[in-house]
């Protein structure tokens, strides 16, 4: 009994000495990170007036996010996040964008909200500026300040655009000299204390006269504009209004027996502008195009033509059609790069550290190399390379014609605010 019991014993020492080393050489393995998700809310018009922009730029915007996704997500510091995009209509409204930022903020819980375009800033902002929800937004018919607006980016300068939109469009037809501004009353209002500085700048250094007639919102009836156009000696026309507004003046103007290209700040949506006034009125209609894919002008990063690419394939594969619309690089994707970028450089979503690295910082995004001003234009993108790029209506197309790249905006700055 006593060797049974012997050998039991050596038995149960050499197993615990087995497993003790066989614990030992099992190498010490870490617990998978689990993957963050990055909240991201996306406000746009799907009703009311400009919700054809909202329903052109949905399904690229989520091509965009589930190739991210498919990519593993956006590395930031030492967490990598999948990107949870929610959705908000602001009906291009005021008081529908409040209450759509609203419900981005405590009902989804985003801490970014991008792609806004519509007239509500001022609605807006004291929405998103208290719960401390970093809004990337546009420029233009906006009264910023930096004390009550301190996470608000301004990352599409629709404001600063619109001038190197017309050169653009001035230097596609360089026999014509006389360019006429037109837009509704309220537009007029909005920016006429910048109209004389402007209209000399572009005669002295362009050789462009400017003439500008303006009508109040709402009209349909452009005959009377565009007779007085014509008695100031017009030869192209740069629309400020919508995209109604430009198919009615194409419409008229051409139903007057004038062909004057006509120019305007915001994308063609070719099948729209043919169903209003005509596929032969629509012809030279110039518009807004930023495909990274077709710029002359500004550097793109290959990471951002490669996207830029796989975007088209897989909406092709997905809706049966190619892209038609590039107006939402300019928004939201360009706006979601400018985002990512400045949270990768710090390696955080803080959004007191990222509104720091926003001022002054340098960052790439789908449309050039933006540098954002921390001196004279808080908040404002002093951009190197934004396109300004413009499309033309050719054929049953909406194809390249030019760019005219924008130049730092605090140098802009000075020239309207001499001292």
Known sequence: ????????????????????????CVPETKPATEQKVLKIGC????????????????????VYVELINEDGGVKIGNDT???????????????????AARKLIYDDEVIAILGYIGPGFSALSPVTNPEKVILITRTGSIIYSPQKDPYVIFGTPTGEITLNQALAIMKAHPDLHVLAWTGTMDDRRISESAFDLIDKRLEKEFGIKSVRVYYPVGTTNFTPYLSKMAELGTEVIFVGGTI?????????????????PIGQTSDSLVDILFGICGK?????IMGNRV????????????????????????????????VDNYGVFSIFIT??????????????????????AFKGGTFDSFLGRYTYSGAKTYGAPVVFGYPCA??????????????YPLTDADMWYDYFNPK
């Not at 109604?244 to 004057?260: H, I, S």
């Not at 032969?280 to 030279?284: E, H, K, N, P």
């Not at 209506?393 to 030019?402: A, C, K, S, T, W």
């Open 1 to 24: 009994m006593k060797i049974k019991n012997t050998l039991t014993y050596l038995l149960f020492f050499i197993c615990i000495g087995i497993m003790i080393i066989t614990t030992a």
């Open 43 to 62: 406000l746009m018009p799907f009703s009311g007036p400009a919700a054809m922009y909202g329903e052109r730029g949905k399904g690229i915007t989520e």
């Open 81 to 99: 996040y999948k990107v949870e995009l929610h959705w908000g209509d602001d009906q291009f409204t005021p008081a529908a964008a409040a209450a």
């Open 244 to 260: 109604l507004d430009t198919a009615l003046l194409a419409k008229q103007r051409w139903q007057m027996g004038y062909k004057w």
């Open 280 to 284: 032969d009125a629509a012809q030279g």
């Open 291 to 322: 495909n990274p894919l077709e710029l002359k002008k500004v550097t793109v990063a290959k990471k951002y033509l490669d996207m830029t690419q796989r975007i088209k394939d897989r909406y092709q594969e997905k809706f049966g059609k190619p």
């Open 335 to 356: 706006q979601f790069s400018q985002y990512a970028e400045c949270a990768q450089s710090i390696g955080s979503t803080d959004p007191d550290a990222m509104m720091k």
């Open 390 to 403: 413009m499309g033309v209506i050719h054929g049953d197309n909406d194809v390249y014609m030019g760019e």
